[in-house]
T-cell receptor, first 114, second 114 residues
Framework: AQSVTQPDIHITVSEGASLELRCNYSYGATPYLFWYVQSPGQGLQLLLKYFSGDTLVQGIKGFEAEFKRSQSSFNLRKPSVHWSDAAEYFCAVVTSGGSYIPTFGRGTSLIVHP | GAGVSQSPSNKVTEKGKDVELRCDPISGHTALYWYRQSLGQGLEFLIYFQGNSAPDKSGLPSDRFSAERTGGSVSTLTIQRTQQEDSAVYLC????????????FGPGTRLTVT
């Protein structure tokens, strides 16, 4: 079965600093990869997704992520963080040819200092 | 258009009582998912409905949990004889088809079992 690891439970950055949130997956073939954001008291919103093709994908709110097959990673990045980016971020994996039920990581809580 | 809605937003119940949680998916979305999110945890898959197919119940933690989806639209998650460990946020999501499509999440129902 596939698994998703988000090694950082909390990340603290200053407003305007760059950000990278890590996501590693365990699966033999190329999975379908997603990043979601959850603001306090809200449901999850899709930031971006990777199915195939260009390994650098652009998402909403200025986020991007890069799929690296050799490292089984799909890290989320943003060049300049805004205070409104403070939220919980979840990486998710869906395996091709499977049940299409996503497996979510435990999430990374982003704290933004002014 | 309207997003995914869930009701109630908060539910406090006594141990041993039954509860029903409701999810109204986006109109036309054939797939519907229920997840459980416990404090500091990722999303735990519970059940998946796709069109008229038999639901995938593989994530239900015990036989106290059940769900139905009427007319391919509204879904109800029922927890019988609630236990304190059932306390969590229950999230519903819908999508146009299988999980290759973006999932749209509701705001969740926060269940507290006292």
């Amino acid at each position: 079965a596939q698994s998703v690891t988000q090694p950082d439970i909390h990340i603290t950055v200053s407003e305007g600093a760059s950000l990278e949130l890590r996501c590693n997956y365990s699966y033999g073939a190329t999975p379908y990869l997603f990043w979601y954001v959850q603001s306090p008291g809200q449901g999850l919103q899709l930031l971006l997704k990777y199915f195939s093709g260009d390994t650098l994908v652009q998402g909403i709110k200025g986020f991007e992520a890069e799929f690296k097959r050799s490292q089984s990673s799909f890290n989320l990045r943003k060049p300049s963080v805004h205070w409104s980016d403070a939220a919980e971020y979840f990486c998710a994996v869906v395996t091709s040819g499977g049940s299409y039920i996503p497996t979510f990581g435990r999430g990374t809580s982003l704290i933004v200092h002014p | 258009g309207a997003g995914v809605s869930q009701s109630p937003s908060n539910k406090v119940t006594e141990k041993g009582k039954d509860v029903e949680l409701r999810c109204d998916p986006i109109s036309g979305h054939t797939a519907l998912y229920w997840y459980r999110q416990s404090l500091g945890q990722g999303l735990e898959f519970l059940i998946y409905f796709q069109g008229n197919s038999a639901p995938d119940k593989s994530g239900l933690p015990s036989d106290r949990f059940s769900a139905e989806r009427t007319g391919g639209s509204v879904s109800t998650l029922t927890i019988q004889r609630t236990q304190q460990e059932d306390s969590a946020v229950y999230l519903c999501a819908s999508s146009r088809g299988q999980t290759l499509y973006e999932q749209y999440f509701g705001p969740g129902t926060r269940l507290t079992v006292t």
